[in-house]
């Protein structure tokens, strides 16, 4: 049954749009005339986008935040701006949390926690968290979807349209059309938190004999489509972890990495949000361990073909075969391949796959900050494409890239020092393509997630 705060309200989509259309059309109106009498600033540009939309909540504010650690998507100073947006909303008072509650679980829902705490313990930008202790004991964390997120994303979404369609009348060479249509697709799908419990449930499957990894478990009885509960993890912030000792650090940082490129290698899943917030390192003996993973609405399904072309790509970068290289450019969909085009493409593999071809200790790079990492390498290939485009990145690269800039700024906070190349031929292992689609599809099955739904 439909219910008043939660259906994708017309009259909510309208006000909204309204409101975000306002600020956005402004602004690229104002960038658009800027480049007709040759002001084209691009600092200045990123700045009243980013005033545009820094009184804004929800889910442009994370779309913002997502555009601005994708590589091409925007230019860099605009990345830069958007990266100073904070993407928490305001937390819902008690009162609204316990209609809320009601309307998720029936007016005796209390009755089904032996404690829920009224004061959110993390509020962001499509829910907030309560910890609570469940009837057994444990102690839970309950995570509770903002009213009318449908509404809201629908009308994030037409005007995240209205700079994609800037983007293209100011940058031609790039197409972000695929961009656009997989950044849609994602968020429409971290609305459905029964579809993020069977995300955590397959991860818990595929990573239960890793120590150094901890996903919680969904409490079936205690969760909606709207409203997710889970165990509850102890962990600390990363960032908490800066000055450890280098051997801390690097078990901290090793665990990172298993944690995104085994599921990758073996079941063709990423966790596409690499945002810090979505995990904590976990202490055994009074020393960090490891992490917990811990938010999982953003989860990208690839094709076995996908994961193949990866690991062809890299293969072809490490033994120098251009040819090799090339053919998992037209595997992944790329058109028109020129020599020129292939070079300005591989600007930006080496810069993704450069730590994993020398057998060595390493840092992931030398002389950039975590918000810098990447920047100067998106920047030669959007210059180069000027020339050699134009080009549609496949819509699968939106988080790959995320992924790859995502770990790589953290194992820059912690100041990493690891053999990345012996970790990756670690995730790849074995690779076969049936043998992984196989594995993909009974692993989906068992967590209850469609293995065609990719």
């Given at each position: 049954?439909a219910?008043d705060d939660?259906?994708?309200?017309?009259t909510?989509?309208?006000?909204?749009h309204?409101?975000i259309?306002a600020n956005?059309?402004?602004?690229a109106?104002?960038?658009?005339?800027?480049?007709?009498?040759?002001?084209?600033?691009l600092g200045?540009?990123g700045?009243?986008?980013?005033?545009a939309l820094g009184?804004?909540?929800?889910p442009l504010?994370k779309?913002?935040?997502?555009?601005?650690?994708i590589?091409?998507a925007?230019?860099?100073?605009?990345?830069?701006?958007?990266q100073?947006?904070?993407?928490h909303?305001?937390?819902?008072?008690?009162?609204f949390v316990r209609r809320?509650m009601?309307a998720?679980?029936?007016?005796?829902?209390?009755?089904?926690?032996?404690?829920?705490?009224?004061?959110p313990?993390h509020?962001?930008?499509?829910?907030?968290?309560?910890?609570?202790?469940?009837?057994d004991g444990?102690?839970?964390?309950?995570?509770?979807?903002?009213?009318?997120?449908?509404?809201?994303?629908?009308?994030d979404?037409?005007q995240l349209?209205?700079?994609?369609a800037?983007?293209?009348?100011?940058?031609p060479?790039?197409d972000?059309?695929?961009i656009?249509?997989?950044?849609?697709?994602?968020?429409?799908?971290?609305?459905d938190?029964?579809r993020?419990r069977?995300?955590m449930?397959?991860?818990?499957?595929?990573?239960?004999?890793?120590?150094g990894?901890?996903?919680?478990?969904?409490?079936?009885?205690?969760?909606t489509?709207?409203?997710?509960?889970?165990t509850?993890?102890?962990?600390?912030?990363?960032l908490?972890?800066?000055?450890?000792?280098?051997?801390?650090?690097?078990?901290?940082?090793?665990?990172?990495f298993?944690?995104?490129?085994?599921?990758?290698g073996?079941?063709?899943?990423?966790h596409g949000?690499?945002?810090l917030g979505?995990?904590?390192?976990f202490?055994?003996?009074?020393?960090p361990?490891?992490i917990?993973?811990?938010?999982f609405?953003c989860?990208r399904i690839?094709?076995a073909?996908f994961?193949?072309?990866v690991?062809?790509?890299?293969?072809?970068?490490?033994?120098d075969?251009?040819d090799?290289v090339?053919?998992?450019?037209?595997a992944w969909g790329?058109?028109n391949?020129?020599?020129e085009?292939?070079?300005?493409?591989?600007?930006?593999?080496?810069?993704?796959?450069?730590?994993?071809?020398?057998?060595?200790?390493?840092?992931i790079?030398?002389?950039?900050?975590?918000i810098e990492?990447?920047?100067?390498?998106a920047?030669r290939?959007a210059?180069?494409?000027r020339?050699h485009g134009?080009?549609?990145?496949?819509?699968?690269?939106?988080?790959?890239d995320?992924?790859?800039?995502?770990l790589?700024?953290v194992?820059?906070?912690l100041d990493a020092e690891l053999n990345?190349?012996?970790?990756?031929e670690?995730a790849?292992d074995?690779f076969?393509?049936?043998?992984?689609?196989?594995?993909?599809?009974?692993?989906?099955?068992?967590?209850?997630?469609n293995?065609?739904?990719q």
């Amino acid at each position: 049954m439909a219910r008043d705060d939660e259906k994708n309200s017309l009259t909510g989509r309208f006000v909204r749009h309204a409101r975000i259309g306002a600020n956005v059309g402004s602004a690229a109106m104002r960038i658009a005339g800027g480049r007709m009498f040759g002001d084209g600033d691009l600092g200045r540009e990123g700045k009243l986008i980013a005033d545009a939309l820094g009184g804004l909540k929800g889910p442009l504010m994370k779309v913002a935040q997502l555009l601005a650690t994708i590589p091409d998507a925007i230019p860099a100073e605009w990345a830069a701006e958007l990266q100073r947006l904070q993407a928490h909303a305001p937390a819902m008072g008690w009162a609204f949390v316990r209609r809320r509650m009601n309307a998720e679980l029936g007016a005796d829902w209390a009755k089904r926690f032996a404690d829920f705490e009224h004061a959110p313990a993390h509020a962001a930008s499509l829910g907030q968290v309560h910890r609570a202790t469940g009837k057994d004991g444990r102690r839970l964390a309950v995570k509770l979807q903002y009213p009318d997120m449908a509404s809201a994303v629908e009308a994030d979404l037409d005007q995240l349209g209205v700079l994609f369609a800037l983007m293209r009348r100011l940058r031609p060479q790039i197409d972000t059309s695929e961009i656009a249509e997989e950044v849609g697709a994602r968020l429409r799908e971290e609305l459905d938190y029964e579809r993020e419990r069977r995300h955590m449930r397959v991860y818990r499957e595929i990573l239960a004999d890793d120590e150094g990894i901890r996903v919680p478990e969904p409490i079936e009885a205690l969760s909606t489509s709207r409203l997710l509960t889970m165990t509850w993890l102890d962990g600390n912030g990363l960032l908490a972890h800066k000055a450890d000792d280098q051997e801390t650090r690097n078990r901290i940082s090793e665990a990172m990495f298993r944690a995104w490129w085994h599921p990758f290698g073996r079941f063709g899943l990423i966790h596409g949000d690499p945002h810090l917030g979505n995990y904590a390192a976990f202490e055994a003996d009074g020393a960090p361990q490891g992490i917990n993973l811990l938010d999982f609405g953003c989860i990208r399904i690839f094709p076995a073909r996908f994961v193949e072309g990866v690991i062809e790509h890299y293969r072809g970068l490490l033994h120098d075969d251009r040819d090799r290289v090339v053919a998992a450019y037209e595997a992944w969909g790329f058109k028109n391949l020129s020599e020129e085009l292939i070079d300005t493409l591989d600007i930006w593999a080496r810069f993704v796959f450069g730590p994993l071809l020398t057998d060595r200790k390493r840092r992931i790079a030398e002389g950039v900050s975590p918000i810098e990492f990447g920047r100067k390498e998106a920047q030669r290939v959007a210059d180069a494409l000027r020339t050699h485009g134009p080009v549609t990145p496949p819509r699968e690269f939106l988080f790959m890239d995320r992924a790859a800039l995502g770990l790589g700024g953290v194992f820059l906070h912690l100041d990493a020092e690891l053999n990345f190349h012996r970790l990756f031929e670690a995730a790849i292992d074995g690779f076969e393509r049936e043998a992984m689609a196989k594995r993909q599809s009974d692993a989906l099955s068992r967590a209850g997630l469609n293995p065609s739904d990719q």
